[in-house]
Each structure stands twice: as structure tokens, then as C-alpha cells.
């Protein structure tokens, strides 16, 4: 589900286009409100049948996230806690799809589940 919503945008970034338009979906615009919250989009602007999207290629620092699709239809990823434990560094950002909703690494270490992959950002 999330893995087209994820291609567009990592084409989006590639491609330094900043407005995408995209068909209006409930569980898409929870993962964009995620995505704002984390500072890879910018805003939404919900309307009847689309959703207008604003994508953030620059951080602070002034370098282009790299974002990458984990989650596939055929191929379902999963991740134990003690996994998690095991990645977690300062510049790279799991986003994990968990029975508390979309979460990310951190977040995922600090309530202790683990979840399905859906995508992978670095700088």
C-alpha cells in the first residue's frame, strides 16, 4: 500500500520536483503526516479526490535526503526490537508500520516494538 506513495516521492526528490498530486487515500495521509513530522514534506492540502503534496529536498544541513522503498507487496519485511537496537544511529531514520501506528526507529526503541518496514531515509 505504501510502497507506490514512497516511489513517487523518492522520484520527486530525484527529480528535485517539489509538488506532487496524488488520489486521496486515509492510511497515505497518515504516512504524510508522518512524513511531516520527521521534515521530509513540507505540507499536504487535502481535497476532495486528491491530496497536493510539498516535498522538502533540502535539511538543514543543505543536503538531499536519499530515501529508499523497503516495503513491497510481494516481499514483507519485518523487524524484531532487538534489531532496531542495532541500527539506530544519528543520521539514518527506519519507518516502521507497528500496532501503534506509523512509527519510526526511535520511537519504536523507546515504546519497545518492533513492526513492518516501509522505508529506509539518510542524508
Not at 481535497?47 to 510481494?74: E, T
Amino acid at each position: 500500500m505504501f510502497y507506490n506513495i514512497i516511489n513517487i516521492i523518492n522520484n520527486s526528490i530525484i527529480k528535485k520536483k517539489k509538488i506532487i498530486l496524488i488520489k486521496k487515500n486515509i492510511k497515505i495521509i497518515n504516512l504524510l503526516k508522518f512524513f511531516i513530522k520527521i521534515n521530509l514534506i513540507k505540507f499536504i492540502k487535502i481535497h476532495k479526490k486528491n491530496i497536493l503534496i510539498n516535498v522538502n529536498l533540502y535539511l538543514k544541513n543543505k543536503k538531499l535526503l536519499k530515501l529508499k522503498n523497503l516495503n513491497k507487496i510481494s516481499n514483507i519485511k519485518y523487524i524484531k526490537l532487538s534489531n532496531i537496537k542495532k541500527i539506530n544511529k544519528k543520521n539514518e531514520l527506519l519507518i516502521l508500520n507497528s500496532n501503534k501506528g506509523i512509527i519510526d526507529n526511535f520511537t519504536a526503541e523507546k515504546i519497545k516494538i518492533g513492526g513492518i518496514l516501509i522505508s529506509y531515509i539518510w542524508n
